[in-house]
């Protein structure tokens, strides 16, 4: 039975109507009209799903709506803006990291959180918090730089 959740995405409210054990990941995309996050496995092991929920990021895939509460979602339409970037979207651009674009939202908003909590990491620390992500582009290495990049940009 659908039930009416007052969600907060992107610093807005937004109200809809789903089964409470609905992945938050279908009502961003489906009824909020969301491009991204995106569904990658559906079990929370690629995280091309992830958002921030008050701050930390989620594999949207496997959390189900009722779980949110009034808490603060973020996904990566409200990370940036054209006009101003994110700094890891800046540097992302700047290191040509895109190829598909598919895993791109879990790789960003993974790297968002942790670099707001680690102003200077080194290479094993970025590896590390960046585990469990997949990009079968294989674009590691690129993404590794850019990361390096937008640390630099926001220390």
């Not at 009209?33 to 079990?43: D, K, T």
């Not at 006009?83 to 895993?103: F, R, T």
Request: net charge positive.
């Amino acid at each position: 039975m659908d039930q009416r959740f007052t969600l907060k995405v992107n610093g807005k409210n937004r109200t809809v109507e789903a089964d409470p054990d609905t992945p938050l990941l279908y009502v961003l995309r489906n009824d909020i009209g969301l491009n991204n996050p995106h569904f990658g496995c559906g079990l929370a092991q690629c995280g091309a799903c992830t958002v921030h929920f008050n701050g930390q990021p989620i594999r949207s895939c496997v959390t189900p709506v009722s779980a949110v509460g009034d808490g603060k979602i973020l996904t990566l339409a409200g990370l940036g803006t054209p006009e101003k970037p994110h700094p890891l979207q800046k540097a992302y651009i700047e290191e040509e990291v895109p190829q598909c674009g598919y895993c791109i939202n879990g790789w960003i908003m993974t790297a968002a959180a942790f670099l707001r909590d680690k102003k200077k990491p080194t290479d094993a620390e970025i590896r590390s918090a960046l585990e469990g992500l997949k990009c079968r582009c294989g674009t590691h290495v690129a993404i590794l730089r850019a990361v390096k990049r937008a640390a630099a940009m926001m220390g």
